[in-house]
């Protein structure tokens, strides 16, 4: 791990109610590994359906999966089916210059708590994407809009996709709050 390095949100993946990927977003320095996170967020959606089969789920699945001693991936699931995944980096990025390079302890391990705040930025986000009058969620399936056209259920509003940036960038391990 790097020295006074903090645990940062490496991505956020939005998963609709059929499973296909509604937004990705992703951050420092993964910006490049689209391919990549989009396997590891597709990957994830086995063990939530393991999950919804073995007993009753709270929005808050906790620990997905630990893909190495780097990437951490963690579950939220919505009332309506909807999936949230962040992807947590523990060797994050170093804190700036100006950081108070005691204020992030070496991370040896996330509490799931410690991204309660962070699944709650991210489903406020889409709740108030949900609530413009002017977006308009996808309800078919994708195997559906293949077989008779139509556009991509992905979410392409700026505003949410600024927000995300938000909550990714301002997350740390402790926060209460974003």
Known sequence: MALNSSP????????????????????????DEDL?????????LDIFDIRS?????????????????????????????VKFIIVVDMMGRPPAPDEDKRKFPPAVGLRDAELKSAFRAVQTAYIQLMLNPFYAPEDRTPLQIANYGGNSPE?????????????GRAWTPGIASI
């Open 8 to 31: 940062a949100i490496a991505c956020i993946g939005i998963i609709g109610k059929h499973d296909n990927p509604l937004h990705i977003s992703l951050f420092p320095p993964h910006e």
């Open 155 to 167: 979410i392409t509003s700026k505003r949410f996709t600024n927000e995300l940036q938000r909550i």
């Open 53 to 81: 089969k073995t007993k009753t789920l709270d929005q808050d699945l906790g620990l997905l999966q630990a893909i190495d001693e780097r990437l951490a991936a963690y579950g939220w699931l919505t009332n309506t089916g």
């Open 36 to 44: 990549d996170m989009q396997f590891l967020l597709n990957s994830c």
